[in-house]
């Protein structure tokens, strides 16, 4: 079943922060979150395992609710690189197949 | 390294066309995985592969064909090409499908089918 992700555009400007939400109706093992930019790949950019795991990467932190089968991407300070469409993706167990939500396209404005 | 390679870029095919689309890994990964990219609808698995000589059937597999004969390749077959196979494909690897690992995705290739 394919994550929700909210919302699913934003726009802001250079220094604001940004929340982007992924929730499953399943229980989840791990969830991901990639960047991609326009006409490029999608780029790794954090994984977390159940258990409520936060992980950080420079300025964009993500959490993992087990209870509510929900993570939120944290963009602080956001920086003009930071735009680009952001995709989560779920397992349901270790092992199984990531499945990913339809992106949230975020924009960063001088 | 050069990560995961997919060939070629770019590709139009005619109606009933058959065509491969290759990729490849030079990471050891153990995982592979084929995904296309419609607008509005983000990625969604056509197939994969946890090891050489195994492969399995994703979200949207039909039309479409994979093996795995090495660890390093997993082309991607079309059988014959419909217009709703118009779409940008991309191959992805994991280190391994236990545990926390990351994928690296290819540069993908975009296929119009006429």
């Known amino acids: 079943q394919q994550p929700v992700q909210s919302p699913q555009a934003v726009i802001l400007r250079e220094g604001e922060d940004a929340v982007i939400n992924c929730s499953s109706s399943k229980a989840l093992y791990s969830v991901h979150w990639y960047r991609q930019k326009h006409g490029e790949a999608p780029v790794f950019l954090m994984i977390l395992l159940k258990g409520g795991e936060q992980k950080g990467h420079e300025k964009i932190s993500a959490s993992f609710n087990e209870k509510k089968q929900q993570s939120s991407l944290y963009l602080t300070a956001s920086q003009l690189s930071y735009s680009g469409t952001y995709f989560c993706?779920?397992?349901?167990?270790?092992?199984?197949?990531?499945?990913f939500g339809e992106g949230t396209q975020l924009t960063v404005n001088p | 390294n050069a990560g995961v390679t997919q060939t070629p870029k770019f590709q139009v095919l005619k109606t009933g066309q058959s065509m491969t689309l290759q990729c490849a890994q030079d990471m050891n990964h153990e995982y592979m995985s084929w995904y296309r990219q419609d607008p509005g609808m983000g990625l969604r698995l056509i197939h994969y592969s946890v090891g050489a000589g195994i492969t399995d059937q994703g979200e949207v597999p039909n039309g479409y064909n994979v093996s795995r004969s090495t660890t390093e390749d997993f082309p991607l077959r079309l059988l014959s090409a419909a217009p709703s196979q118009t779409s940008v494909y991309f191959c992805?690897?994991?280190?391994?499908?236990?545990?926390?690992?990351?994928?690296?995705f290819g540069s993908g290739t975009r296929l119009t089918v006429v």
């Open positions: 993706g779920t397992e349901i167990t270790s092992g199984s197949r990531l499945t």
């Open positions: 992805a690897s994991s280190y391994s499908t236990r545990g926390a690992w990351g994928y690296t």
